[in-house]
């Protein structure tokens, strides 16, 4: 089967990460968010990966090319991002027979979408707590019969969890009116599926949609949660690394080094001498973390130094950022609520107790610049020394 995957949106919920690359190419542990998806979808046994590109396409060429694991790519343009049933419409070309749909920024359980691809026309399903605020599916007879967009009193507890098998028929459904929100949405797509064909739910228990920073911390948590331990960098015998800890070729960690894993240090990262890291924490490509640092359950993007005398905790660091001596982060609040973080000039709880700060590419801090709980930097802001800093900028 084809897998359809979308990754032309920017991801502006998750401003200012999406400021040189889109979304779906975030670091997730070793690869970008949408690899993942992609992985899930060749896994499962899809024969071509048609990617439907837009923001900032050229990071999504690059990193696939033509053939990615042996499986040939091809790609889609979606030129505005009009919602998800426009961007497989621009993959419609691509179609023949039987294809299914993933969102690039959706980490999925592998062996659902295997399921899903078994069981076409299907769609993923997940149990949750409280599905108000997704597509809610019923079913009845293993069947699903109808499917609801945030409901204020949902009629099951059963979230669609965006993965979609469908029949080749399908394909000349893919134009659906503009809904509310102004969008043409691949949920419209399932709802005649789901009036003409039997479609079958398949359940998964684990799935995420990364939408706000926060969620690309907890997908980082999820897959650093799948490591398993491979040293193969340069570990100075007086370092210490626990548990699930690798160290890419070429990645230095120096003498007094303690390392809690999960924790991945990718290639051209050094750490040390005497640092401290914990928590689930990726160290991207070329990352530097100096002497007296600790960094607790981040994630810090390529080429980012943490140099000096330095507190980081379950914070999301972009590129090439500089982290100035002495540079600390607050990530819990005195009242113990949880943290709040603007998205699109909206304050929200994160639903975190514990929650640092998003810096986007290129931040510069002073020294001794104290930083609070869920506070936003902008691509290139920058702080003065020992600034505390209470306020986005
Ligand atoms: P969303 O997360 O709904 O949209 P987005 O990625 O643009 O993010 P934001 O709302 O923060 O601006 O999209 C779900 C997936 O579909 C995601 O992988 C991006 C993709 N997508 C497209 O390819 N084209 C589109 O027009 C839209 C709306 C989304």
């Not at 098998?165 to 709802?191: K, N, Y």
């Not at 490591?227 to 960098?233: N, V």
Request: charged content about 25%; proline content about 5%; some cysteine.
């Amino acid at each position: 089967m084809k897998a359809v995957v979308l990754a032309a949106g920017e991801g502006t919920r998750i401003r200012p990460l999406s400021g040189s690359v889109p979304k779906p190419m975030l670091p997730v542990a070793d690869r970008p968010l949408v690899a993942h998806t992609v992985d899930a979808a060749i896994d499962a046994g899809a024969d071509e990966i048609v990617l439907v590109v837009g923001y900032e396409s050229e990071t999504v060429r690059e990193f696939f090319s033509a053939t990615y694991r042996g499986v040939s790519v091809s790609y889609a343009v979606q030129t505005d991002q009009n919602g998800t049933a426009d961007a497989v419409n621009a993959a419609s070309e691509h179609l023949d027979g039987p294809f299914a749909v993933l969102n690039g920024d959706n980490l999925y359980d592998p062996a659902a979408i295997a399921a899903l691809f078994d069981s076409c026309p299907a769609v993923c399903a997940i149990e949750v707590k409280d599905p108000r605020n997704y597509g809610v599916l019923s079913t009845d007879d293993g069947t699903v019969v109808d499917i609801v967009e945030k409901p204020a009193d949902p009629p099951t507890n059963l979230a669609n969890a965006g993965a979609y098998a469908f029949p080749e028929r399908a394909r000349d459904w893919l134009d659906v009116p503009a809904s509310e929100r102004g969008e043409h949405e691949i949920t419209d797509v399932l709802a005649r599926v789901i009036d003409e064909f039997a479609v079958t739910p398949v359940t998964t228990d684990r799935w995420m949609d990364v939408g706000r920073p926060w969620e690309l911390l907890e997908a980082n948590e999820w897959k650093l949660g799948e490591l398993d331990r491979r040293i193969e960098g340069e570990v100075s015998d007086a370092a210490q690394l626990e548990g699930a800890v690798v160290v890419e070729e070429g990645a230095t960690v120096k003498p007094g080094v303690v390392v809690e894993g999960p924790a991945l240090i990718r290639s051209g990262a050094t750490v040390g001498p005497n640092a401290y890291v914990r928590g689930a924490t990726l160290l991207g490509e070329d990352v530097s973390v100096g002497n007296a640092v600790e960094i607790k359950n981040s994630v810090l993007s390529r080429g980012t130094s943490v140099s000096h005398l330095s507190y980081v905790g379950d914070s999301v660091l972009g590129r090439n950022i500089n982290f100035g001596a002495g540079t600390t982060v607050a990530n819990l609040r005195h009242d113990d609520e949880a943290v709040k973080f603007t998205v699109k000039g909206e304050r929200i709880s994160t639903d975190r107790r514990k929650f640092g700060v998003v810096a986007g590419d290129g931040v510069k801090t002073g020294i001794n610049t104290s930083l609070t709980p869920g506070l936003k930097l902008d691509t290139a802001a920058t702080t003065r020394p020992g600034e505390v800093v209470e306020r986005d900028r």
